[in-house]
C-alpha cells in the first residue's frame, strides 16, 4: 500500500480556483463556461475534501490524460459520495468480463471494488497493477485456463500477442499497446495453431490431441467421429490428410 509521504503534494487550493479573481476577471463567453466547470469542481472537491481530509496527489502514468481540475469526475461520481468510482464506465473491456462473467476479474469476490487493486493519487510511476507475487509467477489457474505440457513455463507474450486477440474484443481494449493487456485470447487450438486438417477433424482438437506434441494424436476411430472414412476415402493414406505443420501462427 502506498504510505502517505509518498503522495505528491496537493494544489487543491489552486484547483478549487478561489484565488481572488480567477472567475471575476473573465468576461468572454469562453470565461464563461470555464467559471461555470470551476464552481461544479470546487462543489465536488469540497465535498470530498471534507470527507477525506487529505489531497489527492498525481495520477498514474496510464491516466495523465485524465489529470487536471476539470477531470476529476472521468472516475468520481458527483453527488453520491466520493466512494463512488466509475471506472467501468470508461473500462468497458472489464465491465463486458464482469457482466458476463468472464475473464480474471468475473471471478474476484471483490470485483466492484477497483481501487481496492488499483490505487490511485501515489503519483506518475506508482504501478496501476499489482501482480501476485510477481508477472512471471502469476498463477494462471486464476484465470480459469490452466498451462499445459509445452504450454507451461513459456513466455507470457508467446501466446499474449496482439494477433491473438479476438476481434470482437479489440476495439473495447484501452490499453494503447496491445502488446501489454492480457485481455481478449480465446482458448481455442486455432487462435494461435494451425488446423493442418482444415476443420475437417471438427474444432474440439483434444479429442485427439494433447499439449506436448501435435504427433502423438490418439488413434482415431473414424466410425466414431464426424467424418466417417467409406469407400474410396478409406484407402488414402492418413498422411495426405495431414499436411501442415503445428507452427503457432503469429
Ligand atoms: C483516473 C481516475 C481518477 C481521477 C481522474 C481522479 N481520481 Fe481521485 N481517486 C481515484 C481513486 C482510484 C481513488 C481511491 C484511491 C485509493 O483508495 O487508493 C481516489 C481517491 C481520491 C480521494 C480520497 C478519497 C478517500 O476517500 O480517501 C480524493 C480526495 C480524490 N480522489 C480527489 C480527486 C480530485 C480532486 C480529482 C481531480 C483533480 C481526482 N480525484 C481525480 C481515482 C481518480
Ligand atoms: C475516461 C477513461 C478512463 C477512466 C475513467 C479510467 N481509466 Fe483506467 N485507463 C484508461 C486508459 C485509456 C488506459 C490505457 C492507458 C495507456 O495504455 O497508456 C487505462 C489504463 C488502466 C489500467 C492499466 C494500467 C497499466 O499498467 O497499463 C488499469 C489497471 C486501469 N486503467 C484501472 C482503472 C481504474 C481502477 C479506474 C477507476 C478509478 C480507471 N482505470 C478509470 C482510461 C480510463
Ligand atoms: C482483486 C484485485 C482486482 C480488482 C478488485 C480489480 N482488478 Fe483490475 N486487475 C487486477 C489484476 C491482477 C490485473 C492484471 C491482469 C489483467 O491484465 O487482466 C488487472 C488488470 C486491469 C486492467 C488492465 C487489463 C488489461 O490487461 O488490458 C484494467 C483496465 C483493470 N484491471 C480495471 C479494473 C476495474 C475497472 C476494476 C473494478 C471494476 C478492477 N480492475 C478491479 C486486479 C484487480
Ligand atoms: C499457452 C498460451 C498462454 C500463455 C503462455 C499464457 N497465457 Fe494467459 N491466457 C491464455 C489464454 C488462452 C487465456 C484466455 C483463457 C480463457 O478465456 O478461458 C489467457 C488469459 C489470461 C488472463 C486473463 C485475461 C482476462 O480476460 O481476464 C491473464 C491475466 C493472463 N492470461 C496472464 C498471463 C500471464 C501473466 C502469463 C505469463 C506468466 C500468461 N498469461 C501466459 C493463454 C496463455
Ligand atoms: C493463445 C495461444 C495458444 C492457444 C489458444 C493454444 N496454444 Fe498450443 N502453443 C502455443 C504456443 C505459443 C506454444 C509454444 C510454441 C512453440 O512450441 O514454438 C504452443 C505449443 C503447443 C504444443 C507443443 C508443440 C510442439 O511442437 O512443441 C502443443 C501440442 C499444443 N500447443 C497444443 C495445443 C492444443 C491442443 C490447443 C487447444 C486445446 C492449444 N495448443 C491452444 C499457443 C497456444
Ligand atoms: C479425430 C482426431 C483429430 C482431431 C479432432 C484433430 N486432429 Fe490433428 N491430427 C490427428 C492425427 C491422427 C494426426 C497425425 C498424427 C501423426 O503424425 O501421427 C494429426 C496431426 C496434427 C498435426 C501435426 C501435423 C504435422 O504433420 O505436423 C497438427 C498441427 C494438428 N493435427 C492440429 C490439429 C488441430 C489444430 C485440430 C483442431 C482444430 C486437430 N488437429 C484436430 C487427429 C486429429
Not at 467501468?88 to 471494488?113: M, P, V, W, Y
Request: net charge positive.
Amino acid at each position: 500500500m502506498p504510505n502517505a509521504a509518498s503522495r505528491e503534494k496537493p494544489t487543491l487550493m489552486a484547483l478549487r480556483g478561489n484565488s481572488p479573481g480567477t472567475s471575476a476577471s473573465i468576461i468572454s463567453r469562453r470565461g464563461f463556461v470555464l467559471t461555470g466547470a470551476l464552481a461544479v469542481v470546487t462543489l465536488f472537491l469540497g465535498a470530498l475534501a471534507v470527507q477525506a481530509q487529505i489531497s489527492p496527489g498525481a495520477l498514474s502514468h496510464p491516466h495523465q490524460d485524465f489529470s487536471g481540475a476539470t477531470q476529476c469526475t472521468s472516475c468520481h461520481a458527483v453527488g453520491k459520495g466520493s466512494a463512488d468510482l466509475k471506472c467501468k464506465e470508461c473500462h468497458t473491456e472489464i465491465a463486458a468480463e464482469i457482466s458476463t462473467g468472464r475473464g480474471l476479474h468475473s471471478r474476484f469476490a471483490n470485483k466492484q471494488d477497483c481501487s481496492k487493486c488499483h490505487s490511485e493519487h501515489n503519483g506518475e510511476d506508482f504501478p496501476l497493477i499489482h501482480w501476485q507475487p510477481s508477472l512471471k509467477g502469476f498463477d494462471h489457474n486464476q484465470t480459469g485456463y490452466r498451462l499445459e505440457g509445452k504450454h507451461a513455463g513459456i513466455d507470457c507474450n508467446q501466446c499474449h500477442t496482439a494477433v491473438h486477440i479476438q476481434a470482437s474484443v479489440k476495439p473495447l481494449i484501452k490499453m494503447k499497446d496491445l502488446r501489454k493487456t492480457f485481455l481478449g485470447l480465446s482458448p481455442d487450438c486455432v487462435t494461435c495453431h494451425e488446423d493442418p486438417h482444415r476443420g475437417q477433424l471438427g474444432a474440439n482438437c483434444v479429442q485427439c490431441h494433447n499439449f506436448v506434441d501435435w504427433k502423438s494424436a490418439t488413434k482415431i476411430d473414424h466410425s466414431k467421429t464426424r467424418f466417417p472414412l467409406t469407400g474410396l476415402h478409406a484407402q488414402v493414406a492418413c498422411g495426405r490428410a495431414r499436411a501442415g505443420s503445428g507452427t503457432p501462427r503469429r
